[in-house]
Nanobody
Framework: QVQLVESGGGLVQAGGSLRLSCTAS????????MGWFRQAPGKEREFVSS????????SYADTVKGRFTISRDSAENTVHLQMNSLEPEDTAVYLC????????????????????WGQGTQVTVSS
């Protein structure tokens, strides 16, 4: 079973940056794709970004492409989400997730592709 712990959320002004981290534990966690989702009040959970087990394949939602960068530190079993040029519309609870299967292909982007979830970290962007 995979356990995930997120950190790095907070309050930032529009145009600012934040870096989220998600540390995974569990016997097969290093072999799973990892993803970030977000959920704003009154809205459905949406895909943000995902990365494969090797860190070589990445996927982004169109809304964050060019502003957010996902990366993976295999030694620390940690995934980071660097968020630049933040906008008020990025305000949400950000959730880290691990794929249901080991080394899934194609890259997972749907919530149902992920079987383990973190508790979430709040990101608030003020205008």
């Amino acid at each position: 079973q995979v356990q995930l712990v997120e950190s790095g959320g907070g309050l930032v002004q529009a145009g600012g940056s934040l870096r989220l981290s998600c540390t995974a534990s569990g016997r097969t966690s290093h072999s799973r794709a990892m993803g970030w989702f977000r959920q704003a009040p009154g809205k459905e959970r949406e895909f943000v970004s995902s990365i494969d087990w090797s860190g070589g394949i990445k996927s982004y939602a169109d809304t964050v492409k060019g502003r957010f960068t996902i990366s993976r530190d295999s030694a620390e079993n940690t995934v980071h989400l660097q968020m630049n040029s933040l906008e008020p519309e990025d305000t949400a609870v950000y959730l880290c997730a691990a794929s249901r299967t080991i080394a899934p292909m194609p890259m997972p982007r749907g919530g149902s592709d992920f079987g383990a979830w973190g508790q979430g970290t709040q990101v608030t962007v003020s205008s």
